[in-house]
């Protein structure tokens, strides 16, 4: 191909060349353009609605955190509440100790509304933490010692004839022939027993964990105190401070008590000057009086 040739495609007429200026001039001034205008566009949003948005995020925020923090809750026993557990609950001091008062009797709250009528708690705060109660199986199940009446019990088939033991005398095996006792709670009147050293009322029945009203008044059918146990009675007037506070129904706090006042005032002439004493338990007077020596 000669050069001649070549410069024959370059030869255009006037309008042709008119036509590409204009295309190159039109291809630098959209160059120009892009490269130096601003195409960000600018909104206004309403000042109410951004407000609203930045308070729904807060929003969703704090309901992720909560939702994480959330501790896990666990049903307990509101006989068992220490200081430190009340006190997370809400308690007060007074209500904890009126709570830890009656424990030291060996008492038991049975239900939320025997809990209010110990420690005095407000309807409010109840309301709250009742829910988290969680009592034993017989306590929640008490409608079913009221059920034996309608059962044939084989162990005591005679109605006209009922064999009355000495508790003191009763095997577990006694024991577990009662509606209602299963050999848990046999074993815990055995313990009980020995603890005492022998129960000399029906009325200690009271004290063992686990005996419900309905099993009691059965066990008083078939059981009674025949002869008071041979037990070496307390030295309420000689006996040391370790002595009375392993005794099981004085304290320690109440037998520190009871040898100071008799260091003071002198020995003990009958169960009538120890209920003086700040602390004794009143209500146990006659059955406490069945394990002291005042001579």
Not at 202 to 214: A, F, I, R, T, Y
Not at 218 to 232: G, Q, R
Request: glycine share 4%; charged share 25%; with cysteine.
């Amino acid at each position: 191909m000669s050069f001649k040739t070549i410069q024959d495609y370059f030869k255009f007429s006037i309008e042709q060349r008119t036509g590409i200026f204009c295309l190159f001039v039109s291809i630098i001034a959209l160059q120009l353009v892009y490269f130096l205008a601003d195409f960000t566009r600018v909104t206004k949003e309403d000042p109410t609605k951004q407000k609203w948005l930045s308070l729904q995020s807060g929003l969703d925020s704090l309901k992720s955190n909560v939702q994480i923090r959330t501790p896990i809750v666990y049903l307990f026993n509101p006989n068992f509440i220490t200081d430190y557990k009340g006190y997370k609950l809400g308690m007060s001091v007074k209500e904890i100790d009126r709570l830890l008062a009656y424990r030291k009797e060996n008492k038991f709250v049975n239900s939320a509304e025997e809990f209010q009528d110990v420690t005095k708690v407000s309807d409010s705060l109840l309301h709250e933490i009742a829910p988290l109660f969680k009592f034993p199986d017989w306590v929640n199940n008490k409608s079913e010692p009221n059920k034996f009446k309608k059962y044939y019990n084989p162990a005591f088939a005679k109605k006209d004839k009922i064999v009355v033991l000495d508790i003191n005398r009763a095997t577990k095996e006694d024991l577990i022939k009662i509606y209602g006792i299963g050999e848990a709670i046999s074993l815990r009147i055995l313990k009980q027993k020995e603890i005492l050293g022998g129960f000399v009322s029906m009325e200690q029945m009271q004290d063992v964990w686990g005996l419900s009203p309905e099993v009691i008044e059965n066990l008083n059918t078939h059981f009674k105190i025949i002869t008071l146990p041979d037990f070496e009675k307390i030295d309420i007037n000689n006996a040391s401070l370790k002595e009375l506070s392993q005794f099981y129904y004085f304290r320690y706090a109440l037998a520190k008590e009871i040898v100071t006042y008799r260091s003071m005032k002198g020995d003990f002439n009958n169960i009538e000057d120890l209920t003086k004493i700040k602390g004794f338990p009143v209500d146990k007077a006659k059955i406490i009086d069945l394990y002291l020596d005042f001579d």
